[in-house]
């Protein structure tokens, strides 16, 4: 069980379990592993449905009406399926508006934990890369600035620990690319442990686990412009 703090108007979710504050214009919770943010394929469960489920069955008990209207949700911004971590819904339109400005104009606080093979050789350091998607094979990689679709991608890490030939490092994310913290990694040398698209030590058969968090979210309430940060606990 992760523990989460929180903030007045908002709902928070661990692991499947759903704690709410106050009435929402927010909802954050933590995704685990291996459950897609946001799928458009029927059979394939997803995060956004849950809670969409869960507001649902809320309304329906605190509600004595017979016509009720669908609960809202928006979708701010995603985790990769094979990562864990925090996100943070939308409740009303007001909020995803102001969400989505936050996001798209001074970003979110966006920090990640992320368990690597080997170690860099610098204890802290910035990587600027120009990365491009391969939609066909759901792949980005590193390339020249001047190749189409190229898109510039930074995050900064520290040093957080290290053991037996592995390093747990903590990012910071100054863009949000497509697998982003995943090929900046590989492509300095230390892939993270799991992750089988970009670590050629990773098991390729069947599915694990890939060792990146999204442990620590930060931004501004929509509603109220509190500062508003939610931390999972490492040690």
């Known amino acids: 069980m992760f523990k989460l703090g929180w903030g007045k108007n908002t709902i928070i979710i661990i692991r499947g379990d759903i704690y709410e504050t106050g009435i929402t214009d927010i909802i954050v ?44 949700l928006a979708v701010v911004h995603r985790l990769d399926q094979p990562v864990s971590g925090i996100l943070v819904f939308a409740k009303n339109p007001k909020a995803a508006r ?20 080997g170690c860099p050789s610098k204890e802290t ?3 600027v890369n120009y990365l491009v998607k ?3 094979s759901n792949t980005s990689r590193v390339c020249d600035h001047h190749t189409h679709g190229a898109k510039e991608a930074r995050l900064s890490y520290r040093i957080h620990s290290k053991e037996a030939g592995q390093t747990l490092l903590e990012v ?6 497509h697998h982003q913290i995943r090929v900046q990694l590989a492509h300095m040398g230390c892939p993270i442990v799991g992750d089988t698209k970009y670590n050629p030590n ?10 990146l968090c999204a442990y620590k979210l930060a931004f501004h309430h929509p509603i109220t412009g509190t500062p508003l940060e939610f931390q999972v606990p490492f040690s």
């Open 202 to 211: 990773a098991q390729k058969k069947g599915w694990q686990e890939i060792k």
């Open 125 to 127: 350091d910035t990587l």
């Open 98 to 117: 102001n969400l989505n400005h936050q996001l798209t104009n001074e970003g979110f606080g966006k920090h990640y934990m992320a368990l690597v093979d």
């Open 29 to 72: 919770c933590f995704k685990p592993h291996g459950l897609a943010t946001q799928s458009h394929r029927i059979s394939t469960p997803d995060l956004e449905h849950m809670i969409l489920n869960h507001l649902a069955e809320t309304e329906h008990r605190s509600s004595s009406h017979k016509h009720r209207s669908a609960p809202y």
């Open 134 to 136: 391969d939609s066909k």
């Open 172 to 177: 910071t994310l100054d863009t949000g690319r």
